[in-house]
């Protein structure tokens, strides 16, 4: 009962942040100079024209009025203008782009795969990876092998996604032409294409992330190989890979699921610089689009939407935590 | 491992001094931080001595009939030491010597901002705990929430330019950097709370705020300083990240980030004009990392692992 | 609204930035039969093109389009009038479904056309005239708003009219038979022709067309219709069975299909359409070739031959705000022609100044038919700083002018432009502070006047339509001030206005241009704006795309003439 009631609580306080997200990104842009409505306005753009088109886009109200009429969308949907050329944007409704003439939803969806693609196999290889090293350079603890991971670790943490990215475009894609400079291809169109263009973002990607994992799992893995279990496994004669595999493994993997959910929830949200970068048409760039055009509901909506996907990763971490850590469940 | 005695200073700096020196990288990072530092205050100076200056248009250095740098490797020479940017001719050199000054100085002052926020929110927060307690959880949670690459985006466009620029970011991502600091700092306060000295000090009747300010917060200082140390480098990414979105610091002032925002399409035809400046921004994040790490291990091993993330 | 306005707003307006290749030898006499040479071929029938564009968004509605009459949304519809273009000519204004460009029977306020016999929808349905009036009524509609309006401020009786959706027509419009329109216009026009050009006279079926995406599947009168949309990814159009190429003379429609390919990014289309991959060779890029990617071209000889650049282009010029403090006054703004150093900005721009374009003295741009040289202000192209100071010294500045705000857009290498600007005009002892937004948030400070203005901007003009009216009255006129308008410089002048009504309403063409250089002088006089270069635009495409060229403008290629080879 007990639980059932945190995962209540903690649900209301994720909509809460929602709430607030979706109230301040709203208010801040539209303190903007410019006037959403002008851009569908037609050239040469009359006074006239321009407050039909406002009328119709619902941006003859003011702006807390509009955050009122947003927020009942979600529920009930909206209907833009009357008659023959309604516009109609279904339940939930996240806002219309008037400029795309499509629904926030919708729009977001288009471009997931991308991000989605674009996230999960890196965020796969940097937790394999950098688990696998972090365990390497624990059980290595001291040697050579232990600094140099070490030293790359820090490389990694250090080094920006967009100047990696651009380094290996310039080496990999240019100079040695091996893989694509840049753009993104279905997996349902050729999955070979879709994992050769996908191939270094996904390397980029994994090296910086995976640079923390490195130092938690090697962090993690002293920590339990000091265990008493561990002490007792190996005292009965357990093969050395038992040992390691089976009993240490487990429990250096599990903290690190804290950390992994929050990494590609932000992820998920949006990897705006790495999108840039590669030229991936993601939900990231589908966000700087929307600043760049000034489409204030699509804005809204992939704001939200990247907020959402931190929201859900906390509460999911949380959750998972809970279940797995069952001290850790009341507080 | 905070120090034992909680009233005198001069144990703590030679415990730092100690710290950096036993550790190689750390050395390392703190020669490395000292020669950026050295070079963002000299700048202007180099400035004058060289004659180069980041702003002044210099078409002899290019090559007319392209618009590059005249010469090879982006134009370098005795006279334009990293070379020249293509179509300007402004020398390389100058923009990463006054970036530096850019970088540091949003970097520095806005952690200085989030720190100083975060230990007196932070600190507050685990030491009185309650209604306050929870406010504060779940505005860091809203701010961690918040995608603050949009939000910035957005605030450029509406600040006005008379607004500077410098001073916008460093508040902005002052702001968006208290809740992880407080986050340290809380946990630490829980710690010292629980510690004689502070009992002492309340059953003594003394007030809250001078427990807390007299007792508490000078013993937070060892992962204040860890804290702020890695929060420097991720500000100055920041920073850098925001150029390179074009949503920094404006033209003409140099900044890494534009620079290497710049550089991206010469990538192919002057590839040194992206080397310099990512190089530097590379070079000056792992100095503070190095270091960051090295008073972490020495300082606060138990942060090390709450403050990786 | 976006599908076509934002390429096209780009496409006309933000010249900024466009580039050109032009080697020391003059591209302008290469351009047009480069790409014929280098393919060894004449254009044929059949194959499929394909259309490398940086937007995501397209749609082919001819009420929410701002196309030129010569790009994608000609492929797929007709007007009543359109360009002829052709290498190394003006553009010509010609019947397209009409049998002439409009004859008025008096002193230009009624305009009369006729279709030609024998025109369809792709569905097999005739073209009526009703259908020509329903789309134009259609563009009134608050939801079919974004597109080219010059019509909606011209017909009579036109104000508040909301579209036909709801039973109101609009009376001006009359189609007294199936084959015939008569425009009934508030005020004598005689650009009516031209206006008859912009993509709303293209005809909706009479009662259809109330759906918002009636642009991903409109009913064609061009040569193609839209066969597949994916969106965000890709356009695939194929021919209409029901276009009559005999009553068409400006579409060969050579291709058999044509994809327009969505979100390229301009830098790696150049560089894959280079590069000539097996895939690219049938493709050319929409967007400029940056002056990075200029670079890398030029010294790759197969690609070189492939690069087309159009001899002129763009009027790129620095607004001054004539309504801001020391700029109100005439003689300080007279102190910015010579402060400016526009050989900097052609560098800024392209690399040199061959690239870039030629030095701009006049506001009427290269191409127009009736343009005229001249400069009122003669100096070098470096400027001169040192006259620059004595004017402004004689104005009351002494000390120069500090702190003014410059206004730029982030696309097309605005940046890079505008700190050239800045760096030449602190010579003259004028400190600017640069403010660089994003294109569409430019374009909105530049359209609405607020408290909060700017004192420069950087703008580049192309006109909607070659007249020089089209060049004129946008950026000078005073209607043109904020409410969605473009005159950047605030510049208001009762004698200016008046000039530019007198000339619109004049109907024979070259006592219309003789009035309209007049304007050009007259505003030139008052220097609201320092005209910089007329930007060349440089386009690549694949060897195997034949017939590839620029007209004298607009300085785009024409996609309706484009073939492939097999």
Known sequence: ?331 | MAGPDPRRGRWRRSALVRAVVERRPATVGAVLIAGFVLLALAAPLISRITGQDPYTYDKFALDPATGLPAGPLGGISSEHWFGVEPLTGRDVFAMVAHGARTSFLIGVLATALAVVLGVVIGASAGYLGGWWDRVVGWTGDVIFGFPYLVFMIALSAVAPPQVPRTLLLVVAIGFFGWPRVARVVRSATLGVARRDFVRASQVMGSPTWRTLTRRVVPNLWGPVVVVATLSIPERIGLEAALSFLGVGVRPPTPSWGRSISDAIAWVQTDPMLLVFPGLALFGATLAFNLLGDGLRDALDPRTAREGAH | MNTHSSPSRRLVLAGLGATSFLAACGANERQGSGSGQSSGSTPTKGGTLTVLVSSTSTNFDPAKSQSLAITSLGLVHRRLTTWKVESGKPAELVPDLATDVGTTSDDGTTWTFTLKDGLMFSDGSPIRAADVKWGLERSFAASFSGGLTYHKDLLAGAAGYTGPFEGARLASIATPDEKTLVFTLARPYGDWGWVASTPAFAPVPEGKGAEADYGLKPLASGPYVVSAVQQGVKIEMSRNEHWSASTDDVRPAYPDSVVFSLGQATDVVSQRLAADSSADQTAFGAGFVSPAQLVQVSSNPSAKGRLVTSESGALAFLALNTRRGPLQDVQVRKAFQYAVDKAAFQVATAGTAALAGEVATTLITDGIAGREEFDLYPTDPSGDPAKAKELLAAAGHPQGLSGLKLLVSQSNNGPAQAQAVQASLAKAGIGVDLQVLDEDAYYAAINTVNADEYDLALASWQPDFPSPNANLQPLFATSAIGNGGYNSARYSSPSVDAAIATAQATVDTDAAAKAWVAVDKAVMADSPVVPLIYTRNSFLRGSKVTNFFIGAFPAYPNYLAVGVSS
């Open chain 1, 1 to 331: 009962m007990a639980s059932a009631r945190y995962v209540l609580l903690r649900l209301a306080s994720g909509a809460g942040v929602l709430l607030v997200v979706a109230f301040v990104t709203f208010a801040v842009f539209n303190l903007l100079p410019s006037d959403p409505a002008q851009l569908s306005c037609g050239r040469p753009c009359t006074p006239e024209n321009l407050a039909l088109a406002k009328g119709f886009m619902g941006l003859d109200h003011p702006w807390y009025q509009q955050f009122g009429q947003f927020l009942a969308g979600i529920v009930t949907g909206r209907t833009f203008g009357t008659g023959a050329t309604a516009v109609v944007c279904p339940a939930p409704c996240f806002g219309y782009s008037f400029q795309e003439t499509a629904p926030v939803v919708q729009l977001i969806a288009d471009r997931l795969p991308v991000t989605v693609s674009l996230a999960l196999g890196a965020a796969v290889l940097w937790l394999v990876v950098g688990v696998a090293l972090g365990v390497v350079a624990a059980l290595r603890r001291g040697t050579a092998v232990d600094h140099l991971l070490g030293g790359l670790s820090v490389v990694g943490v250090s080094a920006p996604v967009y100047l990696l990215g651009l380094l290996g475009i310039l080496l990999l894609g240019f100079t040695l032409d091996v893989v694509p400079v840049s753009g993104y291809v279905a997996l349902t169109q050729s999955p070979l294409d879709w994992a050769w263009h996908l191939v270094l973002p996904w390397i980029v990607l994994a090296l910086i992330n995976g640079a923390v994992y490195v130092r938690l799992a090697r962090g993690q893995m002293l920590e339990v190989l000091s265990e008493d279990y561990i002490r007792t496994a190996r005292a009965k004669g357990l093969r050395e890979r038992t040992v390691v595999g089976k009993h240490a493994l487990r429990n250096v993997t599990l903290p690190l699921v804290t950390l992994f959910g929050l990494d590609l929830g932000g992820l998920l949200g949006g990897a705006v610089i790495t999108e840039k970068t590669f030229g991936m048409p993601g939900v990231g760039s589908l966000l700087l689009d929307a600043v760049g055009q000034l489409d204030l509901p699509l804005l809204l909506g992939t704001t939200l939407f990247a907020a959402f996907l931190i929201v859900v990763a906390n509460i999911v971490v949380d959750l998972v935590y809970g279940f797995l850590d069952p001290r850790a469940r009341l507080t």
